[in-house]
């Protein structure tokens, strides 16, 4: 892939690294002969996921809150990309505590490590729910903020240490809010994965897939490749700055059923539930200040990027599903 605007990468951190966002972002970079410091927990993420570059990498399994792990291998990286997070809302809502130790606490001890180090840039995986229900859609940048479950305000504190940091210490630190991303390697292992995942998974059991709410609720997808690109053109920023990554066009959940109905061939009606705590209506993104600022332009559209995790799941369905 070619990335404009890129800088020279000859060291990196990834946290996350063999999860699911984290091992496409490792692939990517090893691809620029960066070599790469996996940080990961394997609480949700896979070494299956890094099987296939075991050169150029160096894995570590550990905790993103073990400061004198991260100073450490945080040495002499250019950057630090980090995707490790608890990033389910509604096991926000469950469990508020765990969930905030790792998103705020254990952002903040990168944040630090990138500071006592003097990286040059991190890149920090925020997200579209510190949006809200905001009332002017797409949301772009400026608009309001609106904190409607304990990961959105986790997130949002994540952005505010940035911040913090970037004026206090001047290192560049690009946040970047994810819209929903999607594709190969999501795990659809348990009920807080990702709507498109476990979708995938009930069509190929022939199962009812759960709609939460009445199902007209809105989200930007965007393929995963898509937020790999925006994370790399992202550290070659030259200040500070906060992102939209998103697709720029929405689909309710409704919808997505029919589609993901249609590309398995399996047509079920599906069981409604209740809505789940926290949840956001409407998600759609404006990027054109990506676009503008970093080169940001998706490469994916929706179907493109629905057929190719479809096919995936399909071709790993021993190990993926
Ligand atoms: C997702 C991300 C979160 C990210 C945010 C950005 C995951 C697991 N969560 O949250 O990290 O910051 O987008 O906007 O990737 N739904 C169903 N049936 C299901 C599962 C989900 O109807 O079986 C509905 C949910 O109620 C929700 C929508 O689908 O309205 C999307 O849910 P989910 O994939 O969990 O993502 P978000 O909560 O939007």
Known sequence: MDYKNCINLKKAMVTGGAGFIGSHLVHALTDLDCHVVVIDNLSTGHMENLSHIKKNITFIKGNICDKDLILKESKNCDAIFHQAAVVSVPLSVKDPVNSAMVNIMGTLNILDAARQNSIKSVVLASSSAVYGNIKKLPAEESSPISLLSPYAVQKYTGELNAKNFSDLFGINTI????????????????????????????????????????????????????????????????????????????????????????ISKFYADPEYKEERAGDIKKSWSNIKKAGKQINYIPDFSFNEGLKLTYNWYMENKKSAL
Not at 179 to 207: C, H, M, W
């Open 175 to 262: 946040c970047l809010r994810y819209f929903n991303v999607y594709g190969p390697r999501q795990d659809p292992g348990s009920p807080y994965s990702g709507v498109i995942s476990l979708f995938i998974k009930k069509a190929t059991e022939k199962k009812q897939p759960a709609i939460f709410g009445d199902g007209n609720q809105l989200r930007d997808f965007i393929f995963v490749k898509d937020v790999v690109k925006a994370n790399i053109l992202a550290a070659g920023s030259a200040k500070s700055n906060i992102f939209n990554i998103g697709l720029g066009n929405y689909i309710s959940i409704n919808k997505l059923w029919k589609e993901i109905s249609h």
